[in-house]
């Protein structure tokens, strides 16, 4: 019975701060039926999202020191929920808005904000380019032409050496 009530307290807990963020996230965007903007403030919209974005990505990209949850991985988080959300915006009035120029407009911004998801899938690769450091990563030795069995150990091949991926 213990095990039941600590798994039902649990999860009215996680549901409770779910509930909490979901209220800051609807703080900061207020819904899109209700403004019906038009091209230029939609814009204006997808321009201020895609500089949080980049504000987050500089971010990255500035630290000097250790990476930590903090200083990489919630800024990556960041830029990725402002890209989204500019993605979704954006795909959605290209798909649905009834003037054809919004809707180019639209698309111009699609591709606009494709550039920064792209961007920011490159800081994601040289992070974990970062951690697979061929100086954090042991070296051995590998003969490449030949196999084990080569007896000629002088050869440029046997000298070879090749960066262990870490497990």
Same mark, same amino acid.
């Given at each position: 019975?213990?095990?039941?009530?600590?798994?039902?307290?649990?999860?009215?807990?996680?549901?409770?701060?779910?509930?909490?963020?979901?209220?800051?996230?609807?703080?900061?965007?207020?819904?899109?039926?209700?403004?019906?903007?038009?091209?230029?403030?939609?814009?204006?919209?997808?321009?201020?999202? *895609?500089? @949080? =974005?980049?504000?987050?990505?500089?971010?990255?990209?500035?630290?000097?020191?250790?990476?930590?949850?903090? &200083? $990489?991985?919630?800024?990556?988080?960041?830029?990725?929920?402002?890209?989204?959300?500019?993605?979704?915006?954006?795909?959605?009035?290209?798909?649905?808005?009834?003037?054809?120029?919004?809707?180019?407009?639209?698309?111009?911004?699609?591709?606009?904000?494709?550039?920064?998801?792209?961007?920011?899938? *490159?800081? @994601? =690769?040289?992070?974990?380019?970062?951690?697979?450091?061929?100086?954090?990563?042991?070296?051995?030795?590998? &003969? $490449?032409?030949?196999?084990?069995?080569?007896?000629?150990?002088?050869?440029?091949?046997?000298?070879?050496?090749?960066?262990?991926?870490?497990?």
């Amino acid at each position: 019975m213990r095990i039941i009530n600590r798994c039902v307290f649990g999860f009215i807990v996680a549901s409770a701060a779910a509930a909490a963020g979901a209220r800051d996230v609807l703080s900061s965007q207020q819904p899109i039926w209700s403004s019906k903007p038009d091209v230029n403030a939609f814009e204006k919209i997808e321009n201020d999202r *895609l500089e @949080a =974005a980049q504000r987050s990505i500089d971010s990255i990209v500035a630290v000097k020191g250790a990476k930590t949850i903090d &200083n $990489t991985l919630s800024n990556y988080d960041e830029a990725l929920r402002q890209i989204n959300a500019a993605l979704y915006f954006s795909s959605l009035m290209e798909a649905v808005h009834p003037d054809a120029a919004f809707r180019d407009r639209a698309t111009a911004m699609t591709r606009k904000v494709s550039v920064v998801q792209t961007a920011l899938s *490159l800081i @994601a =690769a040289s992070i974990k380019r970062w951690r697979q450091s061929p100086s954090l990563m042991p070296m051995r030795p590998r &003969n $490449t032409m030949c196999g084990a069995s080569c007896s000629n150990s002088g050869s440029p091949a046997s000298t070879r050496t090749t960066r262990l991926a870490s497990v």
